[in-house]
């Protein structure tokens, strides 16, 4: 418990640290300025550039989060996550087609479409050869090979489609495509606010099936489960949670892929619903604190967050790789 | 104010007119008679201006100029308005600003962004102009910039690195009150190609080819790109393959390194890094070019920059001696 608060403390530290600190210094007048509604360059900074972009970053880490936090409990494998899987990849595939084809659909409703055309792409190609059994079947790890395989053609079509977009369409998905929370505002706070915790509230009631498929299927079963649609329901809410994030921040790598450990970790926690929990503060502090690195670290620099999240996760996903092997898991 | 501060104001832009009118034209009988053109009053009011992303209304003339597009810095610099901040674009000079342009610096310190836009930086600047033209800012971050300053875009018909160096220098004028300046420099420039037009009249209908080469890719700058247009000012025109190119920037266009035919121009002119020469003399269809059949006519030569005279011609080495074959 004590270090569920912890978690908690640390979250909103994190969060004030971002609002206070960047590439210019504020001094505790202009910042207060800034929080109370005065006028002012205070006022500028936090209630126009960084507190959407915290509230953003707040909102999409925590739904990756969560998003990951579900596929590595459903798939007991801790390399499962939408954005190795390749469902955050799809999402960006759907909105960057959407771009080309000069469609204007919203763009969650884009993203989730895409997503969910991937996970089911990824099912599909994934089942074992006669597999009467469908995915239940699919061993994990083989759901995770073809998950990456999928992500890498998804965004080698990324990248074709790119070249068909004009010059000026062509730098915003190239941008958007790395993820970035440059120049968000309170409307993208908003929309990840209330999209994400909508899905949030629909996987409440899932959790205790999620419990229960963490026993193992069979068990599951005998306790009065309905394995197969429990399972696609939580893995459709997972891809909306990651969809919900690729629309506003674009396909951040590795935030997915890290948070749930990391939150276990730093909270102890041990049931699936408070590993969930801390999953969420977990991707939103991680992403926080990234975006505060790329945007601050260096006097005049400022680099997209998906840079960051890439330089921290791919050690990390190197790291667990050789944990796997070691435990004879690949 | 008081009336003598304003006229030491006005003898140093006085000054400063003077100094860029004759880098500009170069001639003195031009020069005296183009610096009686300029007023002595600025323009005064709202300045409006419509652009790709709606209109901007400044109150008034503008004095502390973020840059953010990658080369608008030297048409500010040569209208006597040191940006405060500049956004960095390639090559290893002090505050991003290239050879040419360093005179123009006076005391400026100007601030260099690289990377994604660094808006709180912008914002702790206090500017009362941004400058998105030629930036490839998307419409959220000119959104945002706008609660900062009034941000200037390129127009609808242009693409981002698309503004003509002539639209891009008049606007500029007019948002710094110094539309008589800008005209001064823009006709400048013109006078320069005519006059060179004139020396050269066998260049009229030779085809021209400005061509890159880096990170492994091969093209040729085409559309409103001021490389291409260098070219057709100077009375050349590019190759027909060329110049039914639009590529997927509106400014460069790939091509397959299978087939450089298009670059198969009188004249070629490679413009890229001078650590590219190797990679560009390997390339293997650049033996099939009449530039490198007829012998003798490919040369290299390091970035000399003449003195800059308007942004159109700064980001060209000077035609020297000092050229070597490859």
Known sequence: ?330 | MTSRASDLANSAEAAWSRRRVLACLGAWPLAAGAFGAVPAIAETGPLRFTHTFGETVLPGPARRVVSLGYTTHDALLALGVPPVAVRYWFGDFSYGVWPWAQPYLGDARPFVLTGEVAMERVAALKPDLIVGIGSGISRAEYQVLSHIAPVLMHEDADTSYGMPWDVMTRTLGRALGKSAQAEILVSGVREKFSAARARHPDWAGKTAVPAYHWGGETGAFVGADSRARFFIELGFQPTPAVANLSGPSGFYAPLSPEDLSPLDADILVWISSYGAVPDLVALPMRRTLRAHIEGGRSWQARLSPVRCRSAACCRFPSFSKSWKPI
């Open chain 1, 1 to 330: 418990m004590m270090r569920a608060l912890g978690l908690a403390g640390l979250l909103f530290a994190v969060a004030a640290l971002a609002l206070t600190a960047g590439q210019v210094h504020l001094d505790a007048a202009a910042l207060w300025q800034g929080i109370t509604g005065g006028d002012g360059p205070g006022a500028l900074t936090i209630r126009i550039l960084r507190g959407p972009r915290v509230a953003v970053g707040l909102g999409a880490g925590a739904a990756l989060g969560l998003s990951g936090a579900i596929f590595q409990s459903l798939l007991r494998n801790p390399l499962a996550s939408p954005d190795v899987m390749g469902f955050t990849a799809g999402s960006g595939l759907a909105i960057l087609a959407s771009i080309t084809a000069g469609l204007s659909l919203p763009m969650p409703l884009v993203a989730a479409a895409g997503g969910l055309a991937t996970a089911v792409l990824v099912a599909i190609l994934a089942r074992p050869p006669g597999g009467a059994r469908g995915v239940e079947g699919t061993p994990a790890l083989t759901l995770v090979l073809v998950g990456i395989g999928v992500g890498f053609t998804t965004a080698s079509v990324g990248s074709f489609l790119m070249t068909r977009l004009s010059g000026p369409q062509a730098a915003e998905a190239h941008r958007w495509l790395a993820g970035s929370l440059s120049a968000r505002d309170w409307g993208h706070g908003l929309q990840i606010a209330l999209i994400g915790g909508l899905f949030a509230l629909v996987l409440v009631p899932q959790v205790r099936a999620l419990k229960l498929l963490e026993l193992g299927p069979e068990l599951a079963a005998g306790l009065g489960l309905r394995v197969r649609r429990a399972r696609v329901l939580l893995a459709a809410t997972g891809v909306g949670l990651a969809a919900a994030a690729v629309a506003v921040v674009g396909p951040v790598a590795f935030v997915a892929l890290m948070a749930p450990p990391v939150g276990a970790r730093l909270s102890g926690a041990r049931g699936a619903g408070g590993r969930l929990a801390a999953a969420a503060a977990a991707g939103a502090i991680i992403v926080v604190l990234a975006d505060l690195v790329a945007r601050a670290s260096l006097p005049g620099l400022q680099l997209p967050i998906g840079v960051m999240t890439g330089i921290l996760g791919a050690p990390y996903l190197l790291w667990r790789l050789s944990r796997e092997m070691e435990r004879g898991e690949l």
